[in-house]
């Protein structure tokens, strides 16, 4: 590995022999950004760590953790697409086969299969959520399954930007009689040593750096006050915005009770190497193990199930079984089959079959306009580059 000196821009990290390119991007891409940029990048290629960056202008390091907001989606779906590979859980039976009391309000015809590609249509409730009920992935599901639905379901599909962690997950404790978070923990982060928590353990908090808003420029900030929509869309339902306590996304991760819970659709707490761990471990050998997923589970969990028009995000959008078809969605420049998950704070995260490639970034304040922030493409860009020429 070539190791970097600390520049003006606080770089730091390793990358190996093939990446230098990697290290130049990133470098110049914080040289671009405020000044109080904060962020990492972590890519393994067949299981070996390539790339392990790092910036900071006061103290933070690779072992920083950092809120993943909806890249907590990849960590929640990898655990469903375990139970399915292992026969737990079956894509085409309905959901009420493990979860009964979904089927009300017309609900009942809902496969597994369809819930994971974001079809239900409860993406919220008409009255929306306390911060405790979001906090808890119970009571959402509770709440979810008396909810008439906001279309009718599998006739379309929409983003279930806050809920989706928490349907899946019924669907998982109902069959399993552990918790998503549970299983997580025992099959995914613990014995890959994965800093990717779905509940952060008190004893890893003075790790975490809380979440910064976005500073928009003065154009930024009036293409977002264009774009606003009112409290009775389907998208303010969906992020919460209609709530007598509307949901303040950006700052969601600085609330210790998500944290410490760690709901499935946005709780997560990670950093890059985690990120980027956990994708490697899903299709790679690391460490003297197996991949986790058979090569046929991966590619049904990230083959296009719901492509076209998201009627909550009113755009183009393309969706795997829980996990965003990256591709697609992101990165053209990435194989077919490309799987994981961005967050609203600018993370992003994902695995790339064909190339063997597993990309894991974060950054403290949240990027314009949400989602994986721009520069994900770039530097997503320069390590696919790299991958694909060092063989």
């Known amino acids: 590995m070539t190791r970097l000196a600390r520049t003006a821009q606080e770089i730091h990290g390793t990358v190996a022999g093939g990446y230098e390119a990697v290290r130049e991007e990133f470098a110049a891409f914080v040289a671009e950004e405020q000044p109080d940029y904060e962020g990492q990048l972590c ?13 900071s202008g006061d103290g933070a390091g690779p072992d920083s953790l950092y809120g993943v907001y909806s890249s907590t989606k990849g960590a929640a779906h990898l655990v469903v697409a375990l139970l399915v590979q292992d026969g737990t859980l079956e894509l085409d039976r309905k959901v009420t086969y493990y979860w009964p009391e979904f089927a009300a309000e017309g609900k009942g015809a809902l496969t597994l299969r369809e819930l994971l590609s974001h079809r239900a249509g409860v993406v919220g409730t008409d009255g929306g959520f306390s911060p405790r009920e979001l906090a808890d992935d119970r009571q959402l599901a509770e709440r979810l399954a008396d909810q008439r639905p906001f279309w009718r379901p599998g006739s379309a599909f929409g ?51 809380s979440a910064q808003r976005m500073a928009p420029t003065a154009g930024q900030r009036a293409l977002l006050d264009s774009a606003a929509d009112g409290p009775h869309t389907l998208a303010a339902v969906a992020f919460n915005r209609h709530a007598a306590e509307p949901t303040d996304l950006e700052l969601l991760p600085n609330d210790p009770l998500v944290r410490a819970r760690g709901p499935a659709s946005v709780g997560g707490v990670a950093s890059a190497r985690g990120l980027a761990g956990l994708y490697a471990a899903a299709i790679s050998e690391t460490g003297g193990k197996a991949p986790l997923l058979k090569e046929d589970t991966a590619a049904e969990f990230g083959q296009l199930h719901s492509v076209g028009h998201d009627v909550v995000a009113r755009s183009h959008k393309a969706y795997g079984l829980g996990f965003q078809a990256t591709a697609d969605t992101w990165h053209p420049f990435l194989g077919v089959g490309a799987f994981g998950h961005s967050g609203a704070g600018g993370c992003q995260a994902f695995a790339d079959p064909r190339s063997g490639l597993a990309y894991g970034y974060t950054r403290r304040r949240c990027a314009f306009p949400g989602g994986a922030a721009p520069e994900n493409d770039r530097l997503a860009r320069a390590v696919h580059r790299a991958a694909l020429a060092t063989g």
Do not use: K
């Not at 393994?44 to 392990?52: A, K, L, P, Q, S």
């Not at 279930?160 to 982060?189: P, Y």
């Open 43 to 55: 890519a393994y290629v067949h299981g070996r760590r390539v790339v392990d960056l790092w910036a």
């Open 159 to 209: 983003y279930h930007a806050l809920v989706i962690g928490a349907l899946s997950g019924e669907v998982v404790r109902r069959a399993t009689g552990r918790t998503l978070q549970e299983v997580h923990e025992e099959r995914v982060r613990s014995p890959y040593g994965l800093d990717f928590f779905l509940g952060l353990p008190a004893r890893h908090e003075p790790r975490f750096r």
